[in-house]
């Protein structure tokens, strides 16, 4: 079974991602141990550290930071859950069985939140983003790795 440590705040006056590494560097001091190692970045952008097996996934939103530290590859994404996006967004994004569910769906926006936050997720992970294939996935609106908390809407997958 996967270690998997999760932190989030809220923002007040400092930056999301300089908030999600004050998160990261709290979460390795305490359950690694040790100072947080450097920090690198492979050639598609995604951050790794150097000279530790452990893996991290930053995210932030207008209001509030995230982070995750896994001991296994993992990407994190959050999103608010007020935030209002553009249902075009959706021709462009799903998957043909993502957008079956989306289609009936009573609340759009928030099942466009949710594999949004999915795919993000994912492609954190693996490390290759969402880049010009999103629909490359195939999601479903019932996925425990997505979660509430603190008005964000989380995804975690490891």
């Not at 999760?6 to 359950?31: I, K, P």
């Not at 594999?115 to 996925?143: C, N, Q, Y």
């Amino acid at each position: 079974m996967a270690q998997v440590y999760f932190a989030h705040r809220r923002l007040h006056g400092e930056s999301g991602h300089d908030a999600g590494r004050a998160l990261l560097a709290q979460l390795y001091e305490t359950h690694v141990g040790g100072m947080l190692p450097p920090i690198a970045v492979t050639p598609l952008g995604k951050p790794y550290f150097e000279n530790s097996s452990w893996h991290f996934s930053i995210s932030h939103t207008k209001y509030h930071a995230f982070c995750v530290l896994c001991d296994c590859p993992v990407g994190l994404d959050a999103e608010e859950i007020n935030r209002r996006v553009n249902p075009i967004v959706a021709e462009k994004a799903l998957s043909p069985g993502e957008r079956a569910q989306y289609d009936p769906a009573v609340d759009k926006n928030c099942a466009l939140l949710t594999f949004w936050v999915l795919k993000e997720a994912e492609g954190k992970r693996s490390g290759r983003g969402v880049g010009i294939h999103p629909t490359h996935t195939d999601f479903m609106l019932t996925d425990t790795r997505v979660f509430e908390c603190d008005n964000c809407l989380v995804a975690i997958i490891y």
